[in-house]
T-cell receptor
Framework: DAGVIQSPRHEVTEMGQEVTLRCKPISGHNSLFWYRQTMMRGLELLIYFNNNVPIDDSGMPEDRFSAKMPNASFSTLKIQPSEPRDSAVYFC???????????FGPGTRLTVL | AQTVTQSQPEMSVQEAETVTLSCTYDTSESDYYLFWYKQPPSRQMILVIRQEAYKQQNATENRFSVNFQKAAKSFSLKISDSQLGDAAMYFCACYGGATNKLIFGTGTLLAVQP
């Protein structure tokens, strides 16, 4: 099993640009989570899906952030427009069930200049 | 609401020695799970060990074991025979069955001295 796959691994963009982060969960897992990690705030849950349906997006910081899961094997997190304070490492994680242990992808390091 | 507290920002251990990382949590839920994750410099989050709150027996995974004190809401991680590869940031986390959220502590940075 390849584990959770995220792309890109690194993204550098300028303020105001649209950023799209991608995630492929582990095959067979039906729950998917997006996290953000910063020095100041630690690890924060942004949104999670169960069976491709968004269940809780209360962690999404602003309307500039949106996430989709069009099918069981793919999810995106989009930031439009991006701002320097969005710079962070964004993790995607998946689990077999909501209560199961979560397996994390390698993360995307986003830098917004 | 759930909270997870790791009071040791940094710890150090000699290679082959034993170290214990502390974690306390607070939750109003009766159905919850506790985890320790390891994050090495590669930043990959790696699950180290899991404990179901309804189980009294402490979880063990090779050199890693926990001391789960439910009444005290304490969940410490013991690493035996420490190895250089154990150097990493360690996060304690609590998952609540009602909230369906995994809440992380602030982490403990473990250094292993050769």
């Amino acid at each position: 099993d390849a584990g959770v796959i995220q792309s890109p691994r690194h993204e550098v963009t300028e303020m105001g640009q649209e950023v799209t982060l991608r995630c492929k969960p582990i095959s067979g897992h039906n729950s998917l989570f997006w996290y953000r990690q910063t020095m100041m705030r630690g690890l924060e849950l942004l949104i999670y899906f169960n069976n491709n349906v968004p269940i809780d997006d209360s962690g999404m910081p602003e309307d500039r952030f949106s996430a989709k899961m069009p099918n069981a094997s793919f999810s995106t997190l989009k930031i439009q427009p991006s701002e320097p304070r969005d710079s962070a490492v964004y993790f995607c994680a998946s689990s077999l069930a909501i209560k199961g242990e979560q397996f994390f992808g390698p993360g995307t390091r986003l830098t917004v200049l | 609401a759930q909270t997870v507290t790791q009071s040791q920002p940094e710890m150090s251990v000699q290679e082959a020695e034993t170290v214990t990382l502390s974690c306390t949590y607070d939750t109003s839920e009766s159905d919850y799970y506790l985890f320790w994750y390891k994050q090495p410099p590669s930043r990959q989050m790696i699950l180290v060990i899991r404990q179901e709150a309804y189980k009294q027996q402490n979880a063990t995974e090779n050199r890693f074991s926990v001391n789960f004190q439910k009444a005290a809401k304490s969940f410490s991680l013991k690493i035996s025979d420490s190895q250089l590869g154990d150097a990493a940031m360690y996060f304690c986390a609590c998952y609540g069955g009602a909230t369906n959220k995994l809440i992380f502590g602030t982490g403990t940075l473990l250094a292993v001295q050769p």
